[in-house]
């Protein structure tokens, strides 16, 4: 490789719709939803994936909205396994049935990623906004172990719920998952329209912590768990997607090639599509991926830090969504003038909070 041609990606999120039955107030998708009508039709989804494994792309997320309300799933999947990609499904569950579950280990499908709202019935379904769903996503998870799938189960664990996180590792630990994620709310698109509903307390995130390392010991050996911190808290950014167009393609419902879910937010930056370029080609030379990737574009402190190449800085789309300036030090940094706009937001922490605003297709009016 050159220093200018990028290694491959690893992996592709691959965003089949924005339909979803549930409608979570944190959603990664972004505040306008992509009508069913706008999606890509199956034969380009299928070119993508061969196009993805002849770039090096390894790992394919088939994500949404919810997956599952794509027609064209199980052919995908095959695809995917024809391909060599390794397949995960992100889905709520709730749509799931057997004969669904066969159909899709039998296309080669790798493994499941099953999302929970909560520990408690009452408290899923209403964080969901889908009555029945957290009944539905047990039935479904034992339907996944019975088919012989690794299971994830993951938790958004938020100010709402975080005092139910020992039910949830637990649950997690009965429905039979190799693998728990407990992840933070990250706070842009709908997450940051809800923030002052979700962001935890302090005292909630130091008890999480301490839960999560006990956790991990009872269950190391058995049970691998992954924990994303809020940002709000750290004094240091997470390396968002790894480094902007470094290890991760994500493709919107209509086609839109992205290095992450949310970039669209970004003024300035018109990202290309997977109807009319190849995705070597975007990977390769299109400037809106080359624009914040590696060190070159980075302001001070950035610029001369030793974890520039740690964290790449932290992530674009926070430092637009808060400062307004997409090339700005993530102010989730303590090293960033900008850092307060934190301390600000985690001093909205408490009480109930406003009512949600819950994701729904032609809400994006909120923006
Ligand atoms: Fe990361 Fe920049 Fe903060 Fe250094 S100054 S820790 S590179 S965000
Ligand atoms: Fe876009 Fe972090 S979500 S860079």
């Known amino acids: 490789m050159t220093a200018h041609t990028p290694d491959p990606p690893l992996a592709l999120l691959a965003e089949l719709t924005h339909r979803c039955p549930l409608a979570c107030p944190y959603c990664a ?134 005092e139910r996180l020992p039910d949830m590792l637990a649950l997690g630990e009965q429905i039979g998952a190799s693998r728990i994620e407990i992840a933070h709310v990250q706070y842009y698109g ?5 923030r002052a509903a979700l962001m935890p307390t302090r005292a909630q995130l130091e008890a999480a912590n301490a839960e999560v390392e006990r956790a991990r010991a009872a269950l190391h050996g058995r049970i691998t768990i992954d924990y994303v911190v809020p940002d ?44 009319t370029t190849s995705l070597a080609a975007i990977w390769r030379e299109d400037p809106c991926f080359a624009r914040f990737r590696g060190t070159g574009w980075m302001p001070e402190p950035c610029a001369s830090c030793d974890r520039r190449e740690i964290d790449w800085g932290g992530c674009r789309c926070q430092a637009f969504a808060l400062l307004g300036d997409a090339a ?30 819950y994701r729904r297709i032609g809400a994006a009016a909120i923006a």
């Open 29 to 162: 998708n972004p505040l306008e939803l992509e009508r069913a009508s706008a999606e890509l039709d199956p034969a380009t989804w299928l070119r993508v994936l061969d196009e993805a494994a002849a770039l090096g792309v390894l790992q394919v997320h088939f994500s949404g909205g919810e997956p599952c309300a794509r027609r064209d799933l199980v052919e995908l999947v095959a695809r995917a396994a024809q391909n060599g990609l390794y397949s995960n499904l992100i889905t709520s569950g709730v749509t799931l049935d057997a004969a669904g579950l066969a159909r899709l280990t039998e296309a080669g499908l790798d493994h499941l990623q099953l999302s929970f709202q909560d520990s408690e019935h009452a408290s899923a379904d209403r964080i969901g906004g889908y009555r029945g769903g957290h009944r539905r996503k047990i039935e479904v998870a034992a339907l996944v172990r019975a088919a012989g799938l690794p299971l994830t189960a993951n938790f958004v664990v938020h100010r709402q719920n975080l």
């Open 190 to 194: 709908w997450g940051l329209v809800n």
């Open 232 to 275: 709000y808290y750290a004094a240091r950014p997470k390396a968002c997607m790894g480094g902007w167009g470094r290890r991760i393609m994500n493709i919107t419902p209509s086609g839109h090639a992205l290095p992450c879910h949310a970039a669209e937010t970004l003024p300035g930056l018109h990202f290309p599509f997977v109807t």
């Open 328 to 357: 700005a030090t993530d102010p989730a940094c303590a090293l960033s003038p900008d850092h307060g706009v934190m301390a600000e937001a985690v001093a909205e922490a408490g009480g109930e909070g406003p009512d949600f605003v």
